[in-house]
């Protein structure tokens, strides 16, 4: 079992898009950043009101880490696993995180593309990234 | 207008570390006062100030006298007559307290005052998340099994080495030398110490590519300072004056976790206050006690103050005419974990010349770091005239 995301007010629309195949983040149109977590208002300066807006859903593999002993209790994946962070095309510093399984996390490099998937749970659907499927040329 | 008094760290004391067994945290606490006001010269009945951060070392709810020990569990069992002033700062580690402490000497609310950590060991495994659902931002980073502070450390720390010079060996050079430091240090806990690279770099991941001798160790103990008005001292003693203290503010947009931010920018907004405060550079400072809860915290910092560019730190410290000694008590890593008052007493010891056989020559201005360059805490320039 996974412990499955408490959605929220501010939250609902993101996990609403997911659950049709779409990654919508919150935007700030004066700015012209994103930002994730979602918001209601912007963080960055204008504090303005943040809109939804799907993003391509593609990035490259920011940072990779592998778990070996288990620090959520009862997680669907056994130890060691692959977790690592994605940063979106979109923007700098735009990151979300993904799980995988180990051999999965030993492959991937820092700068590797990926691409979002759709993950359905008990109740919700979880966006994960997969490297970008085909011979890639890994950019480091 | 009054003029601002200067403080001075003129006592200190660690109790025994431990890493196992039952421990009573408030008799080490008690003991540590105790023998901070002896190593001070002064009575406890000067004292008119007492603050701590008193949060437990792990998630959970603080029980003083189990798991913390606040002032009320201090003056329970201690006699404090001329207590006018506490301070019990939940956030912003122990750095919140000792900067409070300070502006309370120096307002001249208080002339001397006792700040102490004590820390119990957890009753399960450090880091284990608690059982249940994700709420607000854990909604986007629980479900992926990515709770815990280790595997956010641990990622901050593969993006680090994508971007940064040297290799993971440079890292393994201070965390064989802090063991080395520690193992000249009577106060550090017994702990199993890497003596080679070659056993660093074989040594098990814990959450790649951090290792395990890549985390600091959790000790039950206590350690405690007496900060004190200089007017109050005499004339002629070396003190460790605290020159100016730099907070580490909360960022202001969100992030997936707090250690995914720009460890560097964010390091060097603070370590810019402390200059501009202090009138010190990284080319004046003698010592550098850097906090080092996981071994890139102590690079980070490194890069955050200004001892190199970023990305450097590893050929920095691996010079060998690299002129400033890092962690010279053994840090977090050697010493154990005291979330960086350990740090606090061993840059006071150096710059006031008390440091025994530890003693660095001429050392007259310490940089001291608690908390990493992304979460709370602060950092400290400790000088003498």
Redesign the interface.
């Given at each position: 079992m996974?412990?499955?995301?408490?959605?929220?007010a501010v939250?609902e629309p993101f996990w609403r898009a997911v659950a049709t195949g779409k990654l919508e983040l919150t935007y700030c149109p004066t700015c012209r950043l994103f930002?994730?977590?979602?918001?209601a208002r912007c963080?960055?300066n204008c504090r303005g009101d943040l809109e939804w807006r799907e993003v391509s859903g593609r990035g490259v593999v920011?940072?990779?880490?592998?778990?070996?002993?288990?620090?959520?209790?009862?997680?669907d994946?056994a130890v060691p696993?692959g977790?690592?962070?994605v940063e979106l095309d979109e923007q700098d510093?735009l990151?979300?995180?993904?799980?995988c399984d180990l051999e999965t996390a030993l492959g991937l490099q820092?700068?590797q593309p990926v691409e979002v998937c759709f993950e359905a749970?008990d109740g919700?659907t979880?966006p994960q990234f997969r490297p970008v499927s085909g011979p890639t040329e890994v950019a480091? | 207008m009054t003029r601002r008094r200067e403080v001075a760290v003129v006592g200190w004391a660690h109790s025994d570390l431990v890493t196992d067994g039952d421990f009573d945290i408030a008799g080490s606490c008690e003991w540590a006062i105790n023998a901070a006001l002896e190593s001070a010269g002064v009575s406890a009945d000067q004292v008119d100030g007492l603050a701590t951060y008193p949060r437990p070392g792990f998630a959970g709810a603080r029980v003083d006298g189990v798991n913390a020990v606040g002032v009320a569990t201090v003056l329970e069992r201690m006699d404090f007559p001329a207590i006018t002033w506490f301070c019990e700062a939940e956030t912003g580690m122990v750095a919140a307290s000792i900067v409070e402490a300070a502006h309370a000497i120096q307002s001249g609310t208080c002339d001397i005052v006792v700040v102490w950590r004590a820390m119990a060991l957890a009753p399960g495994?450090y880091?284990?998340?608690a059982?249940?659902?994700?709420?607000?931002?854990a909604?986007?980073?629980?479900?992926?099994?990515?709770?815990?502070l280790?595997?956010w450390h641990?990622?901050?720390y593969?993006?680090y080495r994508?971007i940064a010079s040297g290799s993971e060996a440079d890292l393994g050079r201070l965390v064989i030398d802090v063991h080395g430091a520690a193992a000249r240090n009577s106060v550090a806990a017994y702990l199993k110490r890497p003596t080679s690279i070659e056993e660093y770099l074989t040594s098990?991941?814990?959450?790649?590519?951090?290792r395990r001798f890549d985390c600091d160790r959790p000790v039950a103990g206590s350690a405690a300072i007496v900060l004190a008005a200089t007017s109050t001292r005499p004339a002629n003693e070396r003190l460790a004056i605290i020159a100016g203290a730099a907070q580490n503010v909360p960022a202001?947009?969100?992030?997936?976790h707090p250690v995914?931010g720009?460890q560097f920018a964010r390091g060097r907004a603070v370590s810019d206050r402390l200059w501009k405060l202090t009138g010190e550079s990284p080319s004046t400072i003698s010592v550098a006690e850097l906090y080092d809860g996981f071994a890139p915290t102590a690079f980070y910092w490194i890069e955050a103050l200004g001892f190199c560019d970023r990305g450097q730190a590893g050929p920095w410290y691996t010079a060998a005419d690299r002129k400033v000694p890092v962690n010279t008590s053994g840090g977090s890593l050697g010493e154990g974990r005291l979330h960086g008052l350990g740090h606090f007493i061993e840059g006071a010891k150096q710059v006031s010349g008390r440091a025994g056989e530890r003693q660095i020559a001429d050392c007259r201005t310490a940089a001291i770091t608690i908390g990493s360059p992304l979460i709370n805490g602060g950092a400290f320039v400790l000088r003498t005239d």
């Open positions: 996974r412990p499955g995301p408490v959605i929220d939250s930002t994730h977590p979602p918001r963080g960055n920011w940072a990779v880490t592998v778990p070996r002993r288990e620090w959520v209790p009862g997680f994946r696993f977790l690592f962070v510093g990151l979300m995180p993904s799980d820092v700068g749970h919700y979880l480091r | 495994r880091g284990v998340a059982p249940g659902h994700a709420h607000g931002d909604a986007f980073t629980t479900p992926y099994g990515a709770t815990a280790l595997p641990a990622l901050a593969s993006r994508s098990p991941y814990v959450c790649d590519p951090l202001p947009t969100a992030h997936l995914l720009n």
